[in-house]
Antibody, heavy 117, light 107 residues
Framework: QVELQQWGAGLLKPSEPLSLTCAVY????????GSWIRQSPEKGLEWIGD???????NYNPSLKSRVTILRDTSKNQFSLQVNSMTAADTATYFC???????????WGQGTLVTVSS | DIQMTQSPSSLSASVGDRVTITCRAS??????LAWFQQRPGKAPQRLIY???NLQSGVPSRFSGSGSGTEFTLTISSLQPEDFATYYC?????????FGQGTKLEIK
């Protein structure tokens, strides 16, 4: 049974960066995509970006200039960094693992990130 | 960008009812579509992938169909645990995108 556990700061001030990490337990990262998704009442579910096992990334243009997704295959982890956070970035952030044509088969528990002064 | 539009946005139904949720893509996405169920306070869970493939462990009362721009999720006989919010998701072209969700409530 594959399990994803994520962690990172949940309260940020405007302009601070967001950093979240997602660890995959009980399964490999090889051959899979690691993705980040966020959810807010205003925007619903929003795909942020993904990284494959070789390190290639794709980002949503709405966030692209501020987002970096990295992976550490030796630790079976991948991470999300978002710079210059604003109140509009307040959301629950999820990590997920999937394959090509079979997205998001496993999810992290979610992290509520609040941006407030 | 590809816009995904679900209908209805909300739906009231009774245990035992058959319900269908529709998802339309603003351009063709072949069969690169998945359906997710989300209960309050939980992460979404995948039900269907590649438009019609049932996720292992998901009850057979769930089914998906469609290709191109129009897709449906059908629940053949609603059970109490099925009252949740359902989302479609396209992964044919970046940036990937979700529908706005369909909230299924008990009548």
């Amino acid at each position: 049974q594959v399990e994803l556990q994520q962690w990172g700061a949940g309260l940020l001030k405007p302009s601070e960066p967001l950093s979240l990490t997602c660890a995959v337990y009980g399964g490999s990262f090889s051959g899979y995509y690691g993705s980040w998704i966020r959810q807010s009442p205003e925007k619903g579910l929003e795909w942020i970006g993904d990284i494959n096992h070789s390190g290639s990334t794709n980002y949503n243009p709405s966030l692209k200039s501020r987002v970096t997704i990295l992976r550490d295959t030796s630790k079976n982890q991948f991470s999300l960094q978002v710079n210059s956070m604003t109140a509009a970035d307040t959301a629950t952030y999820f990590c997920a693992r999937g394959r090509w044509l079979a997205p998001f088969e496993s999810w992290g528990q979610g992290t509520l990130v609040t941006v407030s002064s | 960008d590809i816009q995904m539009t679900q209908s209805p946005s909300s739906l009231s139904a009774s245990v035992g009812d058959r319900v269908t949720i529709t998802c339309r893509a603003s351009q063709g996405i072949m069969n690169a579509l998945a359906w997710f169920q989300q209960r309050p306070g939980k992460a979404p869970q995948r039900l269907i992938y590649v438009a019609s493939n049932l996720q292992s462990g998901v009850p057979s009362r769930f089914s998906g169909s469609g290709s191109g721009t129009e897709f449906t999720l059908t629940i053949s006989s609603l059970q109490p645990e099925d009252f949740a919010t359902y989302y479609c998701f396209q992964h044919n072209r970046y940036p990937y995108s979700f529908g706005q969700g369909t909230k299924l409530e008990i009548k």
